[in-house]
């Protein structure tokens, strides 16, 4: 991967470390360039997704997106940065489309875990869109208080309020944690149901 070239549009600063390890472990020489534009998400939650693509085009075109691939690591306007791959002319890889394909693999019984009940849904409908014919039940679970504390700087306590969500998770055969900023949960759980997090394939993914 040395010399690959990425755009990163993150909705918080914390994103920006994890992915930066990530690299340093799994594509060493790759060269990221981080985007963070918190009030996209903001904007999203109130208004809808579909209500940030202009400002979203306008962050990624003036930024020279159109120069490299794009990674958005927001799962909230995941679709509506992938619809505007064309517009673009480069490739927009949501990042949790493969956490998503490789969930639907695993079995028929999806559980859904967010901290922000407007990656619900969208989480959800990239579930069945992946999911294609096979015939799948997607649940989906607010894990309350976590966003709150993430957003006030408490990862530690963020993550082990996802964690005990995943371990209180019984009638599922994978657990999917909708938001990049979950991922660490992943390391803390005791289930033995299988728990996905998007940061590290939906980085190889958008490294091709």
Not at 41 to 47: D, G, K, P, T
Not at 52 to 76: N, R
Not at 101 to 110: K, L
Not at 118 to 140: D, H, K, N, Q, W
Request: with cysteine; proline share 7%; glycine share 8%.
């Amino acid at each position: 991967m040395s010399g690959a070239r990425l755009v990163l549009l993150h909705t918080s600063p914390a994103h920006v470390p994890v992915f930066d390890a990530l690299r340093d472990r799994y594509h060493p020489g790759a060269v990221l360039r981080h985007l963070v534009v918190p009030e996209l998400l903001e904007r999203a939650r109130v208004e809808g997704p579909e209500a940030v693509a202009p400002a979203l085009l306008e962050v990624l075109a003036g930024a020279g997106a159109g120069q490299a691939p794009v990674l958005v690591t927001c799962s909230t306007i995941g679709a509506t940065a992938e619809a505007l791959a064309p517009e673009l002319g480069v490739p927009v890889v949501r990042v949790d489309r493969p956490m998503a394909a490789a969930a639907v693999a695993a079995g028929a019984r999806i559980a859904v875990l967010a901290t922000v009940e407007s990656t619900l849904a969208p989480t959800c409908e990239l579930l069945a869109e992946e999911a294609g014919e096979r015939p799948v039940t997607i649940r989906g679970h607010l894990v309350a208080g976590a966003w709150e504390r993430f957003a006030a700087g408490d990862v530690a306590g963020n993550l082990a309020l996802v964690a005990a969500a995943a371990d209180a998770v019984t009638d599922a055969d994978v657990i999917v944690l909708a938001q990049a900023s979950m991922a660490g949960a992943a390391d803390l759980v005791t289930t033995r149901i299988p728990v996905l997090s998007s940061p590290a394939p939906g980085l190889a993914a958008a490294l091709g």
